[in-house]
């Protein structure tokens, strides 16, 4: 059995605080390769310290450069307006690059 203690948090201080405190430890929002990883005894972090209710999904243009909040899935940024519009062959090569289930 692998030992962690899991933590949430709703800020990206928090978050920092955390981390900063434990250099043995990781953040996880998908989690899917990082479970895999501890399973397989490659990592074994101390803490895992949940990031999914921090706004990190922010999709948005500042000037000419697309800003991608480290929380928007593939999915995410291939259904956005702002990116279909402006970086049509990002979208598709998003929709194209992966099943549905790993895009999400």
Do not use: C, W
């Not at 955390?18 to 990781?26: E, G, H, M, P, Q």
């Amino acid at each position: 059995m692998i030992n962690f203690q899991y933590l949430r948090t709703l800020s990206a201080k928090s978050a920092i605080g955390l981390a900063a405190k434990d250099k043995n430890s990781s953040f996880i929002a998908g989690g899917t390769n990082l479970i895999d990883l501890m399973k397989r005894g490659v990592t074994a972090p101390e803490k895992l310290i949940d990031i999914n209710h921090i706004p990190l999904k922010e999709i948005k243009m500042v000037g000419t450069v697309l800003h991608i909040g480290a929380l928007a899935s593939n999915a995410d940024v291939a259904d956005s307006e702002l990116v279909k519009k402006n970086f049509p062959l990002l979208s598709m090569a998003l929709n194209a690059g992966a099943s549905a289930q790993l895009r999400n």
